[in-house]
């Protein structure tokens, strides 16, 4: 397989990408990773960079993330918020878990609000869904749908019976 190629091929699989557990809160709007490539104070922000920067973007769709690469004198992580704040973090000479602890801790949603959150995004009614536990309970009470052939019957081109084994019903 072709994406299965290059520097550590599982982060390109999609049960990968989906086991990350860095959602950022609601008011993140952008992230920014600065650090040196060459620089050992830098080693910890490259390699969280290498291992969680695609997983936070599949999580977090709605944040722009950028990596800076050679332009700064020390490795800092910058997040900017809805409100026009911004809050630089010093992540200068820290290993990769020690970086993901604190982002999660500072910027993420904690454990109890993931769940609830997506309870609260199943729940949400779509007037596409009938059944029980729903808004209707036949598609026939949709407006703009066939009448149910409970109280009305259908024409014969649309009964199985008469179209696929071509046989002249009678109404009963």
Sequence with gaps: MPFMK?????????????????????????????FNRNQPSSEGTKQFVFWHFAQMQYKNPDVQMCVYNDLTPSPFLKKFFSGGSKLVLDIASQDKDEIFNQVKRIFCKNEETLPAEALAKEKKTNPANFGANCSHLCICEIPGQVPCPKYVPLPKEMRGKCKFQHKDVVDE
């Design 6 to 34: 290059g520097a550590a091929p599982i982060r390109r699989t999609l049960k990968y990408l989906e086991k990350g557990s860095l959602v950022f809160k609601d008011n993140v709007k952008i992230v920014t990773f600065n």
